[in-house]
């Protein structure tokens, strides 16, 4: 007997979805049967996602959310569960990064990544886990994800992207506390450390005498694109994953192991 990951009537929230992996992922999960509720400050372009999941069948609501402040986290997850149900499945996933040598960094630099990257994250999370908890409480049955996109960078330090290493590893040990501690409430917490991928951000610097240099140097000599994490993200959001929580799930096709 086969098992197929079906997500109909389930709600899941993809943060920076405008673009990326996060566009990706709320794809995906259209795909699958979920109704997706697409989060970011780039609204015309969430606008632009919504119809494109329509026409191809999935059902997709808008909501305006910057993770850096807190009162927008609290709107934007009230406005979500208004528009859409109570959010079954959280795709933590905004990010930003600077590139500079850690002696160059000032406290803006900080602030502009960690404020994202893991300040922004665990609130996020939080007041998804709060509404999360109140449900499980009512039904002890009821499931929930969250699943922060944290990075291969937050495993192993890399040159010029310091401040991007630091606050990955930090939402890597933010993971492992939040599913010690929200683990008995029937919530998953789980974290994708993606490689290098392709995206419309980063895709014409790997066209670049240095960008080709570094994938010169991958186990494959290759980048990943977004489709690559199709199903790692199926298997973290689906119900028949119980009984992964706190695990850290490397996605970067060896790159981590030479």
């Not at 991007?164 to 599913?179: E, R």
Request: proline residues 3%; charged residues 20%.
């Amino acid at each position: 007997m086969g098992i197929e990951v079906n997500f109909e009537g389930k709600i899941a929230l993809i943060t920076g979805a405008s673009s990326g992996l996060g566009a990706r992922f709320a794809k995906i999960l259209a795909q699958a049967g979920a109704q997706v509720v697409l989060a970011s400050r780039r609204i015309d372009r969430l606008k632009e996602m919504r119809a494109e999941i329509e026409a191809e069948g999935g059902a997709a609501h808008v909501v305006s959310l910057d993770v850096t402040d807190y009162a927008s986290i609290k709107s934007a997850i009230a406005h979500a569960e208004t528009e859409a149900g109570p959010i079954d499945i959280l795709i933590n996933n905004s990010g930003v990064s600077t590139t500079q040598k850690l002696i160059d960094v000032t406290p803006d630099d900080y602030s502009y990544v960690m404020d994202t990257n893991q300040r922004g994250a665990f609130f996020v999370a939080q007041e998804a886990a709060k509404r999360m908890i109140a449900r499980h409480k009512g039904d002890p049955k009821k499931q929930h994800r969250i699943i922060n996109i944290a990075s291969v960078a937050g495993l192993r330090a890399f040159p010029q992207i310091g401040i991007y290493c630091i606050s990955k590893a930090a939402v890597v040990h933010m993971t492992k506390t939040m599913a010690v501690e929200w683990g008995k409430y029937g919530i998953n917490v789980n974290a994708i450390c993606p490689g290098y991928i392709s995206t419309e951000i980063n895709a014409d610097y790997f066209k670049t005498e240095h960008g080709q240099k570094l994938i010169s140097m991958l186990p494959r000599q290759r980048v990943g694109v977004p489709e690559d994490l199709d199903g790692l993200l199926l298997l973290l959001a689906a119900e028949e994953s119980r009984f992964l929580n706190g695990a850290i799930v490397t996605a970067d096709d060896g790159m981590s192991v030479q």
